[in-house]
């Protein structure tokens, strides 16, 4: 069975980080939200209470997932990107070619000191991309989401479904992602 982390932490977007979550299940994929703090229950940007499955320290980087997700959102992006978990995660993540996902203010905080974005296109929410000037060449603006390579970064809120749905595209294949669609686009 695939395996994903979805980082969490007081301020994350609740779209950008459940959305992922329930495609991803939708998907049969054990997900597992991990609260980048020392307890489960986080407030998001919006005010909605959502209790993770771990905290960060119970998180094992000696066995990782197949795809990890850094949403984004204020002041929580900020968070992740100040936790040395979260980034040496990321890092690890990508030194084995496994999945990355970042939206909104993620691909600009959190992944520029991942080494993640180096020779990949990418793309964040409007404006934020000046945050990563380093990598600002590869940025790419007009589009819900950019898949380059091991790579897939959202725009923003508004993009959070076209996301979520390439990370089910891009680790359980297109059947998967065309029953998955199908199924939400009946209910």
């Given at each position: 069975m695939k395996r994903a982390v979805v980082f969490i932490t007081d301020g994350s977007e609740e779209i950008e980080?459940?959305?992922p979550v329930d495609y991803?299940?939708?998907?049969?994929v054990d997900v597992t939200l991990v609260a980048v703090s020392n307890n489960k229950t986080v407030k998001c940007s919006r005010g909605v209470t959502v209790t993770a499955d771990k905290t960060i320290a119970e998180l094992d980087l000696n066995d990782l997932p197949d795809a990890v997700v850094v949403p984004g959102g204020m002041p929580g992006t900020k968070v992740l990107a100040g936790d040395k978990t979260v980034v040496e995660t990321v890092k690890k993540m990508n030194a084995e070619g496994r999945l990355v996902c970042a939206i909104c203010a993620a691909p600009a905080l959190v992944l520029p000191q991942t080494g993640v974005l180096d020779g990949k296109e990418w793309t964040?929410?409007?404006g934020m991309e000046n945050e990563a000037a380093a990598f600002k060449s590869k940025y790419v603006s007009g589009k819900a989401f950019v898949k380059s390579g091991n790579l897939i970064t959202g725009?923003?809120?508004?993009?959070?479904?076209?996301?979520?749905?390439?990370?089910?595209?891009?680790l359980m294949g297109e059947a998967v992602y065309s029953q998955v669609k199908a199924d939400a686009q009946q209910r």
């Open positions: 980080t459940l959305s991803l299940r939708r998907a049969k964040c929410y409007p725009r923003g809120p508004g993009a959070a479904e076209e996301f979520s749905m390439e990370i089910v595209k891009s």
